[in-house]
Every structure is written in structure tokens, then in C-alpha cells.
């Protein structure tokens, strides 16, 4: 029997784990599913983003099916959804971050350290007013999450893609040493390593160009953004959910499940409501069905003007 912690969070969530939810009663396993609460809606009902008994749930559990969380009437409160999910994520250890991204001559996998970095490290206010966010990591952290890029690049197109921003960072410095160490232990997958700023535009101009990307945490935040956008852009169909995975070498005692994540915002949900009239929206002005039709509209009017006034063909 599998035991399944669904945490639906803020905005769509609710839809999009409900719907993953459908799907894994359909499958021939035996599997409890348990809902508990987490992020904005938590914050409103209990005053905590990640309540005590959420994440005593989530440490039980087999696995972790995680929606989305942010409320717009949230941002920059002092308690805020996502402290709650960092701190999910850094209780689970769920280091490795993995966002695939696939269309038409793209195929490519992002691999995403997910519990180090400038998100996990010091930070504050000064007594001068000025404020600081201090990004660590330590060997061990790079090389378990370098270990696992590598070995996913085996079964792929064996090219592993180490972004960082060596040229400046101490840090970075560091995360290019540890990976280019590895490497002998993985001769059979060809490594190459990019700054972050020429990843970015890489991903843009010549996606396909990618198999494994491997980079640390806020990097991979934007990186795998960017990289979700590129078969919209190229107006194919597209994939771009999340794993969220930890070492599978602990004892069974000491065992903490995975985290998989449908989507990563937490966008108004798209009921086809007005806004006035969809309670879920939480204080935003439009429901998510308006907002992306928006969206089309304005995409399709600047495609327009790019190509000379004509919208290209689909």
C-alpha cells in the first residue's frame, strides 16, 4: 500500500493535483491518497504555511504530491507561502530538482539543486537599512547532485551541461571543480561547461542543442522557466512538470519520500468564471481563463507585428 501526502496549495493547485489524483486511482496500485493543508491557504486557516501535522504527514509518507502555492494578497508578507515550501523542501532533503522540457527537436532535461544555495543560506537586514542573502555550498552537496546529472545523462543522449558563473562566483568556482573532478568517474558522458548568462541565451536560440543541464539552485529556477517556454515559442506541444527527489542510498529507517509537482506558480484557476465571481482567485483581479486568453491575444499581436503584420502559421 503506497501512502501519498497531496499538499494542493494556492491558486490552480487545487485543479491540477485533483486531476493527478484521478489519474493515480485509475492505475493498478494500491494507494491511499491524504490531503493536508499547505501554503497560502494555510497561512489564512492556521497562521503557518507548513503546519507541524502537514509535515509529519509528509515524513510518513511514501511520496509527496505537491500543487503550487503563492497568494498575490501574500507577497512580501512577513509569513509567506513559499517559506513553507523551502522549508518542505530542506526537511525532505529533496535535493534533486528535475524538470524535463520536450517538443519538436528539444528534448532536454534540467537538473536543479534544490536545497542549497542562496535560498537555503543567511539573510537579513542591516542596521544601516541594507539587506543580504549569502549563497554556500559545500563539496558534498555539488558532487551528489553532479553524481545524479551524470547518471541520468547515461540513459539519455549522454552530454551533461554544468552551468554556473564561474568567472565571477566563489562558489561557482567551487561547483566547476567538484563536476569537472567527476567526470573521469563517467567517461562515457561528455561534459561541457557554460556560464549561466550564455546558458540563458542558448536556451533560446538553440534548444535543442541540450540534454542534461546541470546548475545550482537559483539558476535553475530561471533556467528551467525559460526552458518551459520554448516549444510555446515554437508553437509545438510541450512538457514541464517537476520531481523532486532525494538519495535512495538511506536506511529504511531514516527513509524520506520524494516531492512530484505538476507545476511550480501558483496561477489564478482558469474555471472560466469571472473574477468577481471566482472565490478561488483570493483577492486577484482576473480568474486564470481570462488571464490566458489575454495572453494569446497579446502573443498573437506581437507575432503579427515580428512577421509584417501576417500571424505566422501554427
Known sequence: MLRIACLPGDGIGPEVTAAAVRVLESLPLEVVVEEHPFGGGAIHELGNPLPEET??????ADAVLLGAVGL???EGAPIRPEQGLIRLRGELDVYANLRPTRGD???????????????FGASGRRADGSAFDTCEYSPAQVERI????????RGRRSLVTSVDKANVLETSRLWREVVSGLAADYSDVRLEHLLVDNAGLQLVVDPGRFDVILTENTFGDILS?????EPRRHRTRHLRAGARLRSGHSRPRDRKPGCRAPLRRAPAPACGRRADACRRTRGSRRCGARVVADSRRRRQHLDGRVHGGRAPRS
Open 105 to 119: 527537436g528539444v528534448d532536454l532535461l534540467i537538473v536543479r539543486e534544490l536545497v542549497g544555495g542562496l535560498y
Open 225 to 229: 522557466d525559460v526552458a518551459a517556454g
Open 72 to 74: 498575490p494578497e501574500l
Open 146 to 153: 553532479a553524481r545524479r546529472a551524470f547518471e541520468l545523462a
Open 55 to 60: 509535515l509529519s504527514a509528509c515524513r510518513a
